[in-house]
């Protein structure tokens, strides 16, 4: 119900720093009376209505606590504060597990403010039958939670023996109720000079929860240099409700801890050393600490120690590891994590690693610079990423203070020549420490060039077909730039063709010679009577069938191919178009079964 009434948000958090080992258990105890001192009039911590909640505050100077020094410290509302994270709900803070760097001077489940009870009267601004009056002031404002003031907080502008005065009248008739003065506070302040300063928080007002008509008042006061802790209690007005609380200090686990019992069988001015972490200090009107009682608490005494770092390598290359060895104290943490004298590390980069060396509480730190030398971050640049055969190129490196290559060269340049697309290897040093780096030269192969002619030689005004293959372009002397050309040379001529595969080319020559063939006379075969003319001839040539029988005739070009097939009557003539031919040298055949007769024929264009 507390909770939902208030709902209140949880402070934030400090972080710790490295620590040692424990050693709140060896600090050394006292008990005295004295003077509370004035109220503390320093700055609030957290907010005006607190309950459960924690704030992080700055502390005027560094304060060492358990070995370790710190700059922030956690205040809880519920009367304790911690160098550790808290969660606000710690009610048995000392022997909760989940604390740790704890000073606790009165851990309760508190609320901050005075809780009395009262009657409201509708539409009257006296409060009549108020239970408790002795720590009221005319100024403090009410907390209307329970909405009998239409949910706006009062002022208390009056007070007598048991009444109260506020500028708001009340809208509703309650007898009894409870009435929430807004008067607690937690203030901090600082007193004094460096390096003897006093670093003071102040619970002012503050009330068990749900406990009636009571003031419960303490200060926590931090020592500069000394490290001095005390808590002392101020003036109180406590309740018939007896409950206990708990007193002490706490390190960094429940194995380590130095509180306070105080039972049937002492008192607080009388308050004994607790054996177990669940010890606690009665709390009631019979059992409660007189005014400037004040509980403190000094570190043991010891010797700062004089720490020495040893590395096995003052500077290694990346990815390398090398050794820190601490010595000069009885305990060590690093700034790693780390919390043994030997250490190793495999910084990425040159870091400063911090050794903590403690003997008991006393703390000393020492810095060492890690260096690390980087692996030379290799570039090359090439003068051309891919050659022909028979070219070169130049391979160059950067990054590094010196190189070498696969080659045995120590130069930052090379020039190579593959004859095939090869793969070289650099070096780069910086110093002792070394990258490698892969570099492919590729190379193009030059085209092997095949030329082939339909005929070698040819007659004048007839034409040959040149054929090219072996490369993926092809430029002709004659300015073709086909695979296949048709030339019709009237002259013997040697053509060069040009084959290309990107950059890379090659050439080849071939010879087209060229006849006068001024007229054709074939000897006969089997019959000297086949009579063919026109011949040459251009679209269409006549046969004669000197057979007395009918005769096959076919055509063949000069490759074999049977371009035509036909017949013709005995003693017969058949004209034969020619018009879907090309030009050039043909061989007519005509068979009858029991004679062949043959003839070469030439069309022209």
């Not at 007193?191 to 670093?199: D, I, L, Q």
């Not at 045995?408 to 070096?427: D, E, F």
Request: hydrophobic content about 40%; aromatic content about 8%; proline content about 3%.
């Amino acid at each position: 119900m507390k909770k939902t009434i208030l709902n209140l948000v949880l402070a934030g958090m400090v972080l710790l720093s490295s620590k040692g080992a424990a050693q709140v258990s060896a600090y050394t105890f006292s008990q005295s009376t004295g003077a509370y001192g004035p109220l503390n009039t320093g700055s609030l911590v957290g907010g005006t209505v607190q309950d459960d909640d924690v704030t992080q505050v700055a502390l005027p100077f560094g304060f060492t606590f358990n070995g370790t020094t710190y700059s922030t410290v956690n205040v809880c509302s519920n009367g304790y504060m911690s160098f550790a994270a808290l969660s606000g709900f710690e009610y048995s803070a000392i022997s909760d597990q989940q604390t740790s760097e704890l000073i606790a001077p009165f851990a309760q489940d508190l609320f901050m403010g005075t809780v009395i009870t009262g009657d409201l009267t509708q539409g009257s601004n006296t409060i009549t039958n108020v239970s408790f009056i002795n720590n009221l002031n005319i100024g403090d404002s009410i907390m209307d939670f329970l909405g009998d003031f239409g949910n706006v907080n009062p002022i208390i502008t009056g007070i007598s023996m048991n009444a109260i005065v506020v500028n708001i009248n009340a809208q509703n008739t309650v007898q009894g109720t409870d009435i929430f003065i807004n008067n607690g506070s937690i203030r901090q302040n600082v007193s004094g000079t460096s390096p003897n300063r006093v670093a003071e928080f102040e619970y002012k007002n503050m009330t068990r929860f749900a406990v009636h008509d009571e003031v419960i008042n303490f200060k926590v006061r931090l020592f500069e240099t000394s490290n001095k802790i005390e808590f002392a209690y101020g003036p109180m007005f406590v309740s018939f409700i007896a409950t206990p609380t708990e007193v002490g200090l706490k390190g960094a686990s429940s194995l380590d801890f130095n509180s306070r019992l105080v039972d049937a069988n002492n008192t607080w001015a009388s308050s004994n050393t607790s054996s177990l972490i669940t010890d606690f200090c009665d709390f009631s009107v019979s059992s409660m600490p007189g005014t400037g009682l004040t509980y403190t608490w000094n570190p043991a005494a010891c010797s700062s120690p004089v720490l020495n770092v040893v590395q096995s390598n003052s500077a290694i290359c990346a990815g390398q590891s090398a050794t820190l060895i601490v010595s000069g104290a009885t305990t060590y943490s690093w700034s790693n994590g780390a919390s043994t004298a030997t250490i190793s590390v495999s910084p990425a980069n040159t870091t400063t690693y911090t050794a903590y060396g403690f003997n008991g509480s006393c703390s000393s730190t020492l810095s060492v610079v890690q260096q690390v030398i980087p692996s030379p971050a290799l570039n090359v640049t090439q003068s051309s990423s891919t050659i022909c055969a028979g070219q070169n190129a130049t391979l160059t490196l950067s990054g590094a203070a010196s190189y070498s290559w696969s080659t045995g060269s120590m130069a930052a340049s090379i020039v190579v020549a593959p004859a095939n697309t090869t793969s070289y290897v650099a070096y780069g040093f910086n110093g002792s420490c070394a990258s490698t780096l892969n570099i492919v030269q590729s190379v193009t192969q030059n085209p092997t060039l095949t030329v082939a002619q339909t005929k070698s030689v040819i007659c004048r005004g007839t034409s040959a077909t040149l054929t090219v293959n072996g490369a993926n372009t092809y430029t002709w002397s004659n300015g073709a730039s086909a695979s296949v050309v048709v030339v019709s040379p009237t002259l013997s001529t040697t053509y060069t063709v040009t084959g290309a595969n990107g950059l890379c080319v090659a050439q080849k020559t071939i010879t087209q010679l060229v006849s006068a063939c001024t007229g054709i006379t074939e000897e006969d075969r089997g019959t000297k009577n086949l009579s063919v003319f026109p011949n040459p001839f251009t679209n269409e040539f006549t046969v004669v069938n000197v057979f007395e029988q009918e005769a096959n005739v076919n055509l063949f070009d000069m490759l074999g191919n049977c371009v035509y097939t036909g017949k013709i009557a005995a003693e017969a003539n058949e004209t034969i178009s020619s018009a879907h031919l090309q030009s050039g040298m043909y061989l007519l055949v005509i068979d009858n079964g029991n004679q062949k007769a043959s003839r070469k024929v030439i069309k022209n264009q």
